[in-house]
Protein backbone atom coordinates (compact mmCIF):
# COMPACT_ATOMS: atom_id res chain seq x y z
CA UNK A 1 0.00 0.00 0.00
CA UNK A 2 1.47 3.48 -0.71
CA UNK A 3 3.01 5.69 2.11
CA UNK A 4 0.65 8.86 2.36
CA UNK A 5 4.19 10.53 2.50
CA UNK A 6 4.04 9.80 -0.65
CA UNK A 7 1.08 10.93 -2.08
CA UNK A 8 0.32 14.66 -3.30
CA UNK A 9 -0.14 17.53 -0.81
CA UNK A 10 -3.70 18.19 0.31
CA UNK A 11 -4.66 21.88 -1.02
CA UNK A 12 -6.81 22.89 2.23
CA UNK A 13 -9.69 25.88 1.89
CA UNK A 14 -9.63 27.92 5.05
CA UNK A 15 -13.39 29.95 4.96
CA UNK A 16 -14.57 32.19 7.76
CA UNK A 17 -17.47 30.53 9.64
CA UNK A 18 -16.68 27.27 7.65
CA UNK A 19 -15.17 24.00 8.24
CA UNK A 20 -11.67 23.54 6.49
CA UNK A 21 -12.88 21.71 3.09
CA UNK A 22 -10.41 19.76 0.68
CA UNK A 23 -11.56 19.16 -3.11
CA UNK A 24 -10.46 16.48 -4.62
CA UNK A 25 -11.82 14.53 -8.51
CA UNK A 26 -12.76 11.50 -7.90
CA UNK A 27 -10.35 8.65 -8.05
CA UNK A 28 -11.07 5.48 -9.14
CA UNK A 29 -10.60 3.48 -6.25
CA UNK A 30 -11.82 5.57 -3.23
CA UNK A 31 -10.80 3.05 -0.68
CA UNK A 32 -6.67 3.51 -1.86
CA UNK A 33 -7.30 7.00 -2.35
CA UNK A 34 -8.30 7.26 1.63
CA UNK A 35 -5.05 4.94 2.69
CA UNK A 36 -2.59 7.10 1.07
CA UNK A 37 -3.72 10.26 2.46
CA UNK A 38 -4.67 9.22 5.66
CA UNK A 39 -1.73 11.01 7.49
CA UNK A 40 -2.48 14.06 6.19
CA UNK A 41 -6.05 13.77 6.35
CA UNK A 42 -5.79 13.22 10.27
CA UNK A 43 -2.98 15.81 10.51
CA UNK A 44 -5.68 18.51 9.22
CA UNK A 45 -8.18 17.10 11.97
CA UNK A 46 -6.18 17.73 14.42
CA UNK A 47 -5.35 21.36 13.32
CA UNK A 48 -8.88 22.21 12.30
CA UNK A 49 -10.79 20.14 14.17
CA UNK A 50 -13.01 19.08 11.65
CA UNK A 51 -12.32 18.47 7.82
CA UNK A 52 -14.84 18.23 5.01
CA UNK A 53 -13.52 16.27 2.08
CA UNK A 54 -15.56 16.80 -1.33
CA UNK A 55 -15.27 15.29 -4.63
CA UNK A 56 -15.16 11.18 -3.40
CA UNK A 57 -18.66 10.40 -4.73
CA UNK A 58 -19.23 7.97 -1.82
CA UNK A 59 -22.03 6.06 -2.74
CA UNK A 60 -22.91 3.00 -0.61
CA UNK A 61 -22.49 1.10 2.55
CA UNK A 62 -19.83 -0.82 1.51
CA UNK A 63 -17.83 1.69 0.14
CA UNK A 64 -17.98 3.99 2.85
CA UNK A 65 -16.91 0.81 5.06
CA UNK A 66 -14.03 0.51 3.22
CA UNK A 67 -13.02 4.32 3.25
CA UNK A 68 -13.66 4.17 6.97
CA UNK A 69 -11.50 1.74 7.83
CA UNK A 70 -8.47 2.94 5.86
CA UNK A 71 -8.61 6.21 7.54
CA UNK A 72 -9.51 4.56 11.34
CA UNK A 73 -9.09 1.18 11.67
CA UNK A 74 -11.69 -0.92 13.45
CA UNK A 75 -14.72 1.02 14.19
CA UNK A 76 -16.31 1.11 17.46
CA UNK A 77 -19.83 -0.13 18.64
CA UNK A 78 -21.97 2.28 20.04
CA UNK A 79 -22.99 1.85 23.96
CA UNK A 80 -24.78 3.72 26.42
CA UNK A 81 -26.58 5.15 23.10
CA UNK A 82 -29.61 7.94 24.20
CA UNK A 83 -31.31 6.74 20.99
CA UNK A 84 -31.32 3.92 18.41
CA UNK A 85 -29.43 3.88 15.06
CA UNK A 86 -29.77 1.38 12.15
CA UNK A 87 -27.09 -0.84 11.64
CA UNK A 88 -25.46 -0.70 8.65
CA UNK A 89 -22.81 -3.27 9.05
CA UNK A 90 -18.76 -2.62 8.97
CA UNK A 91 -19.22 -0.48 12.12
CA UNK A 92 -21.34 1.64 10.24
CA UNK A 93 -24.52 3.93 12.41
CA UNK A 94 -26.97 6.22 10.68
CA UNK A 95 -27.21 9.31 12.34
CA UNK A 96 -29.11 9.68 15.44
CA UNK A 97 -32.90 9.71 14.25
CA UNK A 98 -34.12 12.80 15.22
CA UNK A 99 -37.35 14.87 13.94
CA UNK A 100 -36.20 16.73 10.91
CA UNK A 101 -37.59 19.32 11.84
CA UNK A 102 -36.16 20.19 14.63
CA UNK A 103 -32.18 20.48 15.06
CA UNK A 104 -30.04 19.05 17.09
CA UNK A 105 -27.93 20.99 19.02
CA UNK A 106 -24.31 21.06 19.65
CA UNK A 107 -22.73 17.94 21.55
CA UNK A 108 -19.86 16.00 21.65
CA UNK A 109 -20.81 12.24 20.63
CA UNK A 110 -21.06 9.86 23.42
CA UNK A 111 -18.81 11.97 25.65
CA UNK A 112 -20.16 10.54 29.15
CA UNK A 113 -18.81 7.35 28.95
CA UNK A 114 -15.65 6.81 30.60
CA UNK A 115 -14.31 5.22 26.84
CA UNK A 116 -14.96 7.99 24.43
CA UNK A 117 -14.58 8.08 20.61
CA UNK A 118 -11.81 10.18 19.83
CA UNK A 119 -12.87 10.66 16.09
CA UNK A 120 -15.74 10.63 14.38
CA UNK A 121 -16.26 10.01 10.40
CA UNK A 122 -19.69 10.81 8.59
CA UNK A 123 -20.25 10.13 4.52
CA UNK A 124 -23.37 11.69 2.84
CA UNK A 125 -25.09 9.29 0.80
CA UNK A 126 -28.20 11.40 -0.06
CA UNK A 127 -28.02 15.44 0.78
CA UNK A 128 -31.25 17.27 2.15
CA UNK A 129 -33.18 19.41 -0.07
CA UNK A 130 -32.42 21.94 2.34
CA UNK A 131 -30.69 22.54 5.90
CA UNK A 132 -29.64 19.61 7.17
CA UNK A 133 -25.27 20.53 7.86
CA UNK A 134 -23.72 18.95 10.18
CA UNK A 135 -22.03 22.00 11.59
CA UNK A 136 -19.02 21.84 14.19
CA UNK A 137 -17.86 24.42 16.97
CA UNK A 138 -14.12 24.74 18.56
CA UNK A 139 -14.34 22.96 22.14
CA UNK A 140 -11.57 25.70 23.41
CA UNK A 141 -12.69 28.78 21.62
CA UNK A 142 -16.17 27.64 23.33
CA UNK A 143 -14.82 26.98 26.46
CA UNK A 144 -13.22 30.71 26.14
CA UNK A 145 -15.96 32.54 25.00
CA UNK A 146 -18.21 30.46 28.21
CA UNK A 147 -18.39 32.80 31.09
CA UNK A 148 -15.37 32.06 33.76
CA UNK A 149 -17.91 31.92 37.09
CA UNK A 150 -20.06 29.00 35.39
CA UNK A 151 -17.41 27.43 33.59
CA UNK A 152 -15.25 27.07 36.87
CA UNK A 153 -18.05 25.87 38.72
CA UNK A 154 -18.76 23.09 35.90
CA UNK A 155 -14.95 22.38 36.44
CA UNK A 156 -14.98 22.01 40.40
CA UNK A 157 -18.30 20.05 40.52
CA UNK A 158 -18.58 18.41 36.99
CA UNK A 159 -21.85 17.60 35.38
CA UNK A 160 -24.45 14.65 35.70
CA UNK A 161 -26.34 12.52 33.60
CA UNK A 162 -29.37 11.19 34.60
CA UNK A 163 -31.34 8.54 32.80
CA UNK A 164 -34.89 6.81 33.17
CA UNK A 165 -35.19 3.83 30.64
CA UNK A 166 -38.59 3.16 29.32
CA UNK A 167 -39.98 0.95 26.00
CA UNK A 168 -41.13 4.00 24.34
CA UNK A 169 -38.90 7.03 24.24
CA UNK A 170 -35.29 6.85 23.89
CA UNK A 171 -32.50 3.42 23.45
CA UNK A 172 -33.33 0.21 25.08
CA UNK A 173 -31.50 -1.60 27.28
CA UNK A 174 -30.18 -3.78 24.82
CA UNK A 175 -29.27 -1.20 22.91
CA UNK A 176 -27.53 1.03 25.16
CA UNK A 177 -25.70 -2.18 27.20
CA UNK A 178 -25.67 -4.80 24.76
CA UNK A 179 -27.39 -6.94 27.02
CA UNK A 180 -31.19 -7.81 28.91
CA UNK A 181 -29.30 -8.82 31.56
CA UNK A 182 -29.67 -7.49 34.76
CA UNK A 183 -26.94 -8.84 36.05
CA UNK A 184 -24.58 -7.88 32.85
CA UNK A 185 -26.09 -4.51 33.11
CA UNK A 186 -25.19 -4.12 36.63
CA UNK A 187 -21.81 -5.33 35.83
CA UNK A 188 -21.35 -2.71 33.06
CA UNK A 189 -22.23 0.22 35.46
CA UNK A 190 -20.35 -0.95 38.07
CA UNK A 191 -16.94 -0.83 35.96
CA UNK A 192 -17.98 2.09 34.58
CA UNK A 193 -18.57 4.36 37.11
CA UNK A 194 -22.68 4.82 36.56
CA UNK A 195 -24.94 4.03 39.74
CA UNK A 196 -27.97 2.46 38.91
CA UNK A 197 -31.81 1.63 40.67
CA UNK A 198 -34.17 -0.91 39.36
CA UNK A 199 -37.78 0.49 39.94
CA UNK A 200 -40.35 -1.17 40.89
CA UNK A 201 -42.06 -1.54 37.71
CA UNK A 202 -39.04 -3.18 36.65
CA UNK A 203 -37.48 -0.04 34.61
CA UNK A 204 -33.72 1.42 35.33
CA UNK A 205 -32.68 4.55 35.87
CA UNK A 206 -28.93 5.76 35.82
CA UNK A 207 -26.94 8.77 37.01
CA UNK A 208 -23.33 8.95 36.03
CA UNK A 209 -20.92 12.31 37.06
CA UNK A 210 -18.07 13.53 34.26
CA UNK A 211 -15.78 15.92 33.61
CA UNK A 212 -17.18 19.41 31.72
CA UNK A 213 -13.58 20.49 30.83
CA UNK A 214 -10.67 17.64 29.73
CA UNK A 215 -7.15 18.19 28.65
CA UNK A 216 -7.53 16.84 25.05
CA UNK A 217 -5.31 13.99 24.58
CA UNK A 218 -3.07 14.96 21.63
CA UNK A 219 -2.81 18.67 21.50
CA UNK A 220 -2.81 19.20 25.52
CA UNK A 221 -5.93 22.19 24.73
CA UNK A 222 -8.52 22.55 27.48
CA UNK A 223 -11.85 21.88 25.69
CA UNK A 224 -15.22 22.37 26.81
CA UNK A 225 -16.26 19.16 26.45
CA UNK A 226 -19.82 17.33 27.25
CA UNK A 227 -23.85 17.30 26.12
CA UNK A 228 -24.40 19.53 29.06
CA UNK A 229 -27.22 21.58 27.16
CA UNK A 230 -28.03 18.66 24.40
CA UNK A 231 -29.50 16.40 26.75
CA UNK A 232 -31.25 19.17 29.05
CA UNK A 233 -34.49 19.30 29.37
CA UNK A 234 -34.42 22.94 28.26
CA UNK A 235 -33.10 22.09 24.69
CA UNK A 236 -36.30 20.50 24.26
CA UNK A 237 -39.25 21.78 21.81
CA UNK A 238 -41.55 23.23 24.64
CA UNK A 239 -44.17 20.82 23.53
CA UNK A 240 -42.12 18.02 23.55
CA UNK A 241 -40.98 18.96 27.05
CA UNK A 242 -44.35 19.59 28.43
CA UNK A 243 -45.47 16.14 27.43
CA UNK A 244 -42.43 14.40 28.95
CA UNK A 245 -43.04 16.28 31.97
CA UNK A 246 -46.58 15.32 32.02
CA UNK A 247 -46.33 11.52 31.22
CA UNK A 248 -42.99 10.80 33.60
CA UNK A 249 -42.68 13.28 35.83
CA UNK A 250 -40.04 16.20 36.14
CA UNK A 251 -37.74 13.68 37.94
CA UNK A 252 -38.28 10.72 35.38
CA UNK A 253 -37.48 12.11 32.53
CA UNK A 254 -35.67 9.91 29.85
CA UNK A 255 -33.03 12.15 30.26
CA UNK A 256 -31.82 15.20 31.59
CA UNK A 257 -28.47 17.03 32.90
CA UNK A 258 -27.63 18.76 36.08
CA UNK A 259 -24.44 20.53 37.58
CA UNK A 260 -22.22 18.03 39.65
CA UNK A 261 -23.79 18.44 42.77
CA UNK A 262 -27.03 17.12 41.66
CA UNK A 263 -28.70 21.33 41.18
CA UNK A 264 -31.08 21.96 38.44
CA UNK A 265 -29.67 23.71 35.59
CA UNK A 266 -31.59 26.35 34.63
CA UNK A 267 -33.17 27.26 31.34
CA UNK A 268 -30.99 30.78 31.38
CA UNK A 269 -27.90 28.55 31.40
CA UNK A 270 -28.92 25.90 28.92
CA UNK A 271 -29.60 28.62 26.28
CA UNK A 272 -26.26 30.55 26.98
CA UNK A 273 -24.75 27.37 26.44
CA UNK A 274 -26.57 26.93 22.72
CA UNK A 275 -25.62 30.80 22.12
CA UNK A 276 -22.40 30.41 23.05
CA UNK A 277 -22.17 27.38 20.58
CA UNK A 278 -23.98 29.16 17.98
CA UNK A 279 -21.85 31.92 17.71
CA UNK A 280 -18.83 29.84 17.23
CA UNK A 281 -20.75 27.41 14.69
CA UNK A 282 -18.80 26.79 10.96
CA UNK A 283 -21.55 25.18 8.80
CA UNK A 284 -21.11 23.53 5.04
CA UNK A 285 -24.30 22.03 3.82
CA UNK A 286 -23.84 18.53 2.64
CA UNK A 287 -23.32 17.73 -0.87
CA UNK A 288 -23.70 13.91 -2.02
CA UNK A 289 -20.42 11.83 -1.66
CA UNK A 290 -19.08 14.20 1.19
CA UNK A 291 -16.73 12.49 3.97
CA UNK A 292 -16.38 14.51 6.96
CA UNK A 293 -14.06 14.01 9.67
CA UNK A 294 -14.36 15.67 13.58
CA UNK A 295 -12.19 15.74 16.05
CA UNK A 296 -14.85 14.77 19.04
CA UNK A 297 -12.68 15.94 21.75
CA UNK A 298 -11.78 19.22 19.98
CA UNK A 299 -14.83 20.18 18.13
CA UNK A 300 -18.94 19.95 19.22
CA UNK A 301 -21.20 19.40 16.09
CA UNK A 302 -24.97 19.60 15.44
CA UNK A 303 -27.38 18.64 13.32
CA UNK A 304 -29.48 21.30 11.71
CA UNK A 305 -33.00 21.04 10.69
CA UNK A 306 -33.59 19.73 7.15
CA UNK A 307 -36.27 19.21 4.59
CA UNK A 308 -36.12 16.38 1.97
CA UNK A 309 -34.28 13.13 2.09
CA UNK A 310 -31.18 13.03 3.90
CA UNK A 311 -28.72 10.01 4.92
CA UNK A 312 -25.66 10.13 6.54
CA UNK A 313 -23.86 7.02 7.81
CA UNK A 314 -21.66 7.51 10.78
CA UNK A 315 -18.33 5.72 12.53
CA UNK A 316 -16.95 6.19 15.75
CA UNK A 317 -13.20 5.70 16.07
CA UNK A 318 -10.21 5.90 18.28
CA UNK A 319 -11.68 5.12 21.76
CA UNK A 320 -10.15 7.12 24.31
CA UNK A 321 -10.08 6.66 27.70
CA UNK A 322 -9.83 9.98 29.39
CA UNK A 323 -7.50 10.65 32.55
CA UNK A 324 -9.43 13.27 33.25
CA UNK A 325 -12.96 12.18 32.59
CA UNK A 326 -14.30 11.71 35.99
CA UNK A 327 -14.53 14.66 38.92
CA UNK A 328 -12.29 14.05 42.18
CA UNK A 329 -14.20 12.55 44.84
CA UNK A 330 -13.78 15.93 46.50
CA UNK A 331 -15.34 17.53 43.57
CA UNK A 332 -18.33 15.40 42.93
CA UNK A 333 -19.16 14.81 46.45
CA UNK A 334 -22.67 15.68 47.30
Known amino acids: MPSSSLAAPLDVE ?15 DVASWAAEHREALRAQVTEHGALLVRGLGLKDADQVGAVFARLAG ?23 PWPANQPM ?5 LS ?6 GLLLFACLTAPEQGGATAVADAEQVLEALPAELTERFER ?3 LLTRSYNEEIGAS ?4 FGTEDRAGIERYCRANA ?3 QWQQDGSLRTEQRRRAVVRHPVTGRRCWFNQIAFLNEWTLAPEVREYLVDEYGADS ?11 PIGEDVVQLLNATYEEHTRREPWQAGDLMLVDNIGSAHSREAFTGDRQVLVGLAEPRRLADSLPTEEASRR
Open 105 to 109: CMHHE
Open 74 to 96: TLMPEREAFAPREDHGHGLYSST
Open 112 to 117: YPLEVP
Open 173 to 176: LAES
Open 157 to 159: EGW
Open 194 to 196: IDF
Open 14 to 28: LRPDKPALVRVDRPA
Open 253 to 263: LPFNTRYGDGS
